[in-house]
């Protein structure tokens, strides 16, 4: 016989085998990392990677996947051949830590790079037992721990918990940590165990919950910022996990916030938790701290302002279970001259606690991280408050990450005073019996400033249906949202216009505010056809109406046409509470010329643009500008009033 050559169609078509497969990573956010894949097969091969929450991920169509790291994820690739046969590479998870990275070298190559330490403990008998370290690697760096020299068996993560402790499980603990390119140790800690007590007294609890968080960034006479808007957001979200009543303002002069003020101290009462929050301008004279309002003049004097140690003295006299004051803003001397107070002139009582984003005669700083802004102490504030404990133990843990932070190393340190006589916890219980009374009165004051107006829908003559519905962004920020839910048979073409009688000004989409910021803020429902932000709601003094134009085609004669209706939404919100009315009799010793310069309207202000001043700012940080720092003759210094005058309240 004679042999012959085969056929195209009868060649040996190999299996796809994987030669190398991705290996796992752990990196610091936004690092750069590559995940690659290597196969042998028959002809060409092709690559689609892809990941746990992406059908596919853009791009991922080499054997090479490389991207900047923003979250932990799980990849795998398939590889296919011109036959129509695939096979996947394993699972790879790439770990991302948004922990301190700035020990890790300039030009890393991925050897274990230990991020945290354990830290030492003592705990009872009986307790749990946990240690944490964490290391960057590329691949992921595996670990070991070890007590008293000695590896412990399946104790191979980052994390080492023994739920019961006893005698036996104390001693000295450290961790080995490698990867294929070195392997690095922590540093060793002690663990000791003690017996319980026998009485534990009772955990604190609290006859309610309730914080007040107020964001000033859009001055009529001073420098703009932009980190109030997302702090205030953040943070009154994460209060609201505690169960907090929040009340959430942007924007208010000086009578709104001494209005808003009132408001809240009525809400306060024995056993309640009352938490004060404020970011945007502000500065320290005397000892004492004070708010800028966004009609403060310039320059300003005392009068113009909110005086901290105020607010607190009246949480006080409502006799709270905690009275908690958080200031996101500079407290530089208006006289570099004058000599710090070291004691506060108006003294704590007893379970008050300040934390101060910094220190007397310091400022404080604003980060810009691409188009989302956020004060850096409220950054490591939101970061730590959900943490159980003292609450000046959290504002230690704020303010060891802010020391870490080189953006302000050298140039803002918290600062924290209390009173603190109980172990009083931010996530505290609420306990509701024996005060029902009192609570439904908080609750139906609460209530009236955070009332929604109902949904509605609207039967246009042409038959459209639209649906207007709407949600708080803040307690004086509505966002009204339109929803073409059905179409009439003679119309095409729909859309919905909506705007506000009267009309109230809309501070995001002032220059200067961030797309991105935006969208983090507010993310628009896709079914809704059009949205409307009504802001500065504490200035609205009659009922609001929202006019709901649509357009449309008509089939037959082709021409565009509107019809509108008009909704009655009363008043939302806030604007319920009619801030505007405050009474004055306080006020009533103020100098007239003082009085016709705290006077103004910010939705009428056209503010200035959020600047940075010169200086040693680094990158990406800017100065939450103090406007008392901007040059003035001695003359026009701002005159203090009799601070011990506690008839005017605030002043």
């Known amino acids: 016989m004679t042999g012959s050559r085969p056929k195209p169609c009868q060649m040996m078509i190999r299996d796809i085998v994987i030669v190398q497969h991705p290996v796992c990573v752990c990196v610091p956010v936004n690092h750069k990392v590559t995940l690659s894949v290597r196969a042998e097969g028959t002809g060409v091969l092709s690559y689609q990677w892809f990941s746990e929450n992406e059908n596919k991920v853009p791009g991922g169509t080499q054997a090479d996947l490389t991207f900047r790291a923003q979250k932990t994820q799980l990849y795998v690739c398939r590889v296919n051949d011109q036959f129509y046969n695939y096979v996947f590479s394993e699972w790879v998870k790439v770990k991302v830590l948004d922990i301190d990275k700035s020990g890790l070298p300039a030009h890393w190559q991925g050897e274990p790079h230990i991020a945290i330490n354990p830290k030492p403990q003592t705990i009872q008998h009986g307790a749990k037992l946990t240690l944490r370290c964490a290391a960057f690697g590329i691949p992921a760096p595996h670990y070991q721990w070890y007590r008293n020299g000695q590896p412990l068996q399946d104790k191979t993560s980052d994390m080492l918990q023994i739920d019961h402790a006893t005698a036996d499980h104390a001693g000295s603990y450290l961790c080995s940590i490698s990867n294929v390119l070195e392997e690095r140790w922590t540093e060793p800690v002690d663990v000791d165990t003690v017996q319980p007590r026998q009485h534990v007294p009772a955990a604190p609890t609290a006859s309610d919950k309730v914080a007040l968080l107020i964001g000033n960034l859009n001055y009529s006479h001073h420098p703009g910022l932009m980190a109030p808007i997302m702090d205030v957001h953040e943070l009154g979200n994460l209060l609201q996990q505690l169960d907090f009543r929040i009340v959430s303002l942007l924007d208010l002069t000086r009578e709104e916030m001494l209005a808003a003020i009132d408001k809240f101290i009525e809400l306060l009462d024995r056993g309640v938790y009352g938490l004060f929050y404020y970011a945007g301008h502000g500065y320290e004279h005397a000892g004492k701290n004070y708010l800028v309002a966004v009609d403060a003049p310039q320059p300003y004097r005392t009068e113009n302002c909110v005086c901290v140690q105020r607010v607190m003295h009246s949480m006080q006299e409502k006799q709270t279970a905690l009275s908690v004051i958080l200031l996101d803003t500079c407290r530089k001397w208006y006289n570099q001259d004058c000599i710090p107070s070291v004691i506060m002139p108006s003294g704590p009582s007893g379970n008050t606690v300040y934390g101060y984003a910094t220190c007397e005669d310091a400022e404080a700083y604003e980060v ?33 990450d802010l020391g870490r932070d080189p953006l302000v190393i050298g140039k803002q340190a918290v600062e924290i005073k209390h009173t603190l006589k109980e172990p009083r916890s931010l996530t505290d219980k609420v306990r509701t019996t024996g005060h029902t009374k009192e609570l439904h009165r908080r609750d139906a004051c609460w209530k009236q400033a955070n009332k929604l107006p109902r949904r509605k829908r609207l039967m246009f003559l042409c038959g459209v249906e639209v649906e207007v519905s709407f949600s708080a962004l803040f307690s004086n920020v509505l966002v009204a949202f339109a929803t073409v839910k059905t179409t009439g048979p003679h119309t095409q073409d729909c859309t919905v216009t909506l705007r506000s009688v009267p009309t109230m000004e809309d501070i995001f989409s002032r220059p200067g505010m961030s797309e991105e910021m935006d969208s983090l803020l507010l993310r628009q429902s896709e079914n809704s056809d059009c949205t409307l932000r009504l802001c500065a709601l504490q200035k609205l003094k009659e009922s609001m109406l929202i006019k709901v134009d649509l357009h449309y085609t008509h089939r037959d004669s082709k021409l565009r046409q509107t019809e509108s209706q008009h909704l009655d939404i009363g008043k939302p919100l806030v604007a319920s509470c009619k801030l505007y009315r405050r009474n004055h009799a306080a006020t009533g010793k103020k100098k007239e010329g003082a009085s016709a310069q705290s006077m103004g309207n910010i939705s009428n202000g056209k503010p200035l643009l959020p600047q940075t001043l010169p200086g040693t700012c680094r990158p990406f940080t800017r100065q939450a500008l103090c406007p008392a720092k901007i040059a003035v003759t001695p003359s026009n210094e701002p005159e203090e009033n009799d601070e011990t005058e506690l008839q005017d309240l605030y002043l």
Do not use: A, C, W
Request: glycine content about 12%.
């Open 368 to 400: 810009q991280d691409g188009g989302k802004s956020t004060g850096i102490f409220t950054k490591y504030l939101n970061r730590h408050i959900l943490q159980p404990g003292k609450v000046t133990h959290v504002l230690e843990m704020v303010s060891e």
